[in-house]
């Protein structure tokens, strides 16, 4: 049984996931925070799965220096066999933490590349990996001329946030500075961390977008699958939806694949589970991201359905210094899928009709909604979601199923709810 230190954890699913898949692995762990209210504010149920951690730790993860000296302190005592985390924020951290402990991991460096998009987009680049034309900036007169240069419609990006933020469409100067101005104003994440101010501007590829599920062991990618993707709200780059595996013909899959797998390769991610974004262009693939850990928005859970492997817990083995076993198990499943309710506008919720037939819909295998009272933000991010739907099939019609589900459901908003 190996002991793994958590540094911090998404509030959404993962935080659920991987400490299941902690304890279902045969480990146990020890939670690592700096603000334990953030997870208890969001907690999707009581008690917090994150409490079921042996030990629940309070200290500054923010400041590396400090982290270091205080986590050497804690592991002579309690001794931890790996660190980990699902956060995108503390990914580059468990790496340092892990090294400096002698424990096992992914190269720091390697996981600071996959994780800001700018060093991304320029490691990919210098090594030949298929992407869009890009170029970066910081103040507003280098990017207004920058985005000139590139052509519009373009997308601006910050490099360093997560699920969509602040990722959007631009077609003129004038949406360029809206864009431009929000995320000036957005300095620091919701972590607390102070944000790098630079800014990617990419040409808008036009295509369906995949992400590749991957295991990188001892230098070698093993690839578990191709996700497919929907996306919604223009200009906005929302995910509605995801369906496991890809409906894709074989020379196309290839392709995606081959392109993810040299994105890895280039960055130099090994010892890591990654979920990497790929848009399938009439030029042929181009990289969007990738993120070295397992998937959000519980396409891990789709995998699991389809193929028996459980992603959180090959991280964790992984973590744990373990070789896992990455081989399919028949499920009887041939395609799962998820479909996201999004907020047609901002208010506070009246209710959502429809929401107390799922309970009883054979074909949902896991649903939830938000409850009446619940204040809705513009579908801007994967932030805004009111909810989903999951379903499975012994066919490849996952999402057709999942998206006729979601469209059942009716948001109803408080009268006079702006």
């Given at each position: 049984?190996?002991?793994?230190?958590?540094?911090?954890?998404?509030?959404?699913?993962?935080s659920?996931?991987?400490?299941?898949a902690?304890?279902?692995?045969?480990?146990?762990?020890?939670?690592?925070t700096?603000?334990?209210h953030?997870?208890?504010?969001?907690?999707?149920?009581?008690p917090?799965?994150?409490?079921?951690?042996?030990?629940?730790?309070?200290?500054?993860?923010?400041?590396i220096?400090?982290?270091?000296?205080?986590?050497?302190?804690?592991?002579?005592?309690?001794?931890?066999?790996g660190?980990?985390?699902?956060?995108?924020?503390?990914?580059?951290?468990?790496?340092t933490?892990a090294?400096?402990?002698?424990?096992?991991?992914?190269?720091?460096?390697?996981?600071?590349?996959?994780y800001?998009?700018?060093?991304?987009?320029?490691?990919?680049r210098?090594?030949?990996v298929?992407?869009p034309?890009?170029t970066?900036?910081?103040?507003?007169?280098?990017t207004?001329?920058?985005a000139?240069?590139?052509?519009y419609?373009?997308?601006i990006k910050?490099?360093?946030l997560?699920?969509?933020?602040?990722v959007?469409?631009?077609?003129?100067?004038?949406?360029l500075?809206?864009?431009?101005?929000?995320l000036?104003?957005?300095?620091?994440?919701?972590?607390?961390?102070?944000?790098?101010?630079?800014v990617?501007?990419?040409?808008?590829?036009?295509?369906?977008?995949?992400?590749?599920?991957?295991?990188?062991?001892?230098?070698?990618?093993?690839?578990?699958?191709?996700?497919?993707?929907?996306?919604?709200?223009?200009p906005w780059f929302?995910?509605?939806?995801?369906?496991?595996?890809?409906?894709?013909?074989?020379?196309?899959?290839?392709?995606?694949?081959?392109?993810?797998?040299?994105?890895?390769?280039?960055?130099g991610?090994?010892?890591s589970?990654?979920?990497?974004?790929?848009k399938?262009?009439?030029?042929?693939?181009?990289l969007?991201?990738?993120?070295?850990?397992p998937?959000?928005?519980?396409?891990?859970?789709?995998?699991?359905?389809?193929?028996?492997?459980?992603?959180?817990?090959?991280?964790?083995?992984?973590?744990?210094?373990?070789?896992?076993?990455?081989?399919p198990?028949?499920t009887?499943?041939?395609?799962?899928?998820?479909?996201?309710?999004?907020?047609?506008?901002?208010?506070?919720?009246?209710?959502?009709?429809?929401?107390d037939t799922?309970?009883?819909?054979?074909?949902?295998v896991?649903?939830?909604?938000?409850?009446?009272?619940?204040?809705a933000?513009?579908?801007?991010?994967?932030n805004s979601?009111?909810?989903?739907?999951?379903?499975?099939?012994?066919?490849?019609?996952?999402?057709?199923?999942?998206?006729?589900?979601i469209?059942?459901l009716?948001v109803?908003?408080?009268?006079?709810?702006?």
């Open positions: 049984m190996a002991h793994l230190l958590m540094i911090e954890s998404w509030v959404g699913a993962m659920s996931l991987l400490p299941r902690i304890h279902e692995s045969g480990h146990r762990f020890t939670f690592l700096r603000d334990l953030h997870y208890l504010r969001s907690a999707p149920a009581h917090h799965p994150l409490l079921a951690a042996d030990n629940v730790l309070t200290t500054e993860t923010n400041d220096a400090a982290l270091l000296s205080y986590v050497e302190r804690v592991h002579e005592v309690l001794a931890f066999d660190v980990i985390s699902s956060c995108d924020y503390y990914l580059s951290t468990v790496a933490v090294a400096h402990l002698n424990l096992p991991g992914p190269d720091p460096q390697g996981v600071e590349r996959a800001r998009k700018d060093l991304t987009r320029t490691t990919t210098d090594a030949g298929p992407g034309r890009f970066l900036t910081e103040d507003w007169p280098a207004a001329k920058a000139a240069a590139l052509g419609p373009l997308v910050p490099v360093d997560c699920a969509g933020m602040h959007r469409e631009v077609r003129d100067e004038a949406g500075r809206e864009a431009f101005l929000a000036e104003a957005f300095p620091v994440n919701a972590r607390g961390q102070e944000r790098v101010p630079t990617l501007l990419e040409e808008l590829l036009v295509g369906p977008e995949f992400s590749v599920e991957t295991v990188t062991v001892a230098g070698t990618t093993h690839v578990i699958g191709v996700t497919d993707k929907s996306l919604a709200g223009r929302v995910e509605s939806g995801h369906m496991f595996p890809a409906d894709l013909g074989d020379a196309d899959r290839a392709a995606v694949v081959d392109t993810a797998v040299a994105a890895i390769e280039a960055l991610l090994d010892n589970v990654a979920h990497t974004e790929v399938l262009t009439a030029d042929g693939p181009r969007i991201e990738v993120n070295p850990r998937a959000g928005n519980q396409i891990t859970e789709l995998v699991r359905r389809v193929t028996g492997i459980d992603l959180p817990s090959v991280f964790a083995q992984l973590a744990a210094g373990q070789q896992p076993d990455l081989r198990r028949e009887g499943v041939r395609s799962a899928a998820i479909s996201f309710l999004l907020p047609p506008r901002a208010g506070v919720l009246a209710g959502i009709d429809g929401a799922l309970a009883a819909n054979p074909e949902v896991d649903w939830a909604v938000k409850p009446a009272g619940h204040r933000g513009e579908p801007t991010s994967n979601y009111l909810g989903h739907v999951m379903v499975t099939s012994p066919d490849t019609d996952a999402r057709d199923r999942a998206e006729r589900v469209a059942g009716d109803r908003y408080a009268e006079g709810s702006e």
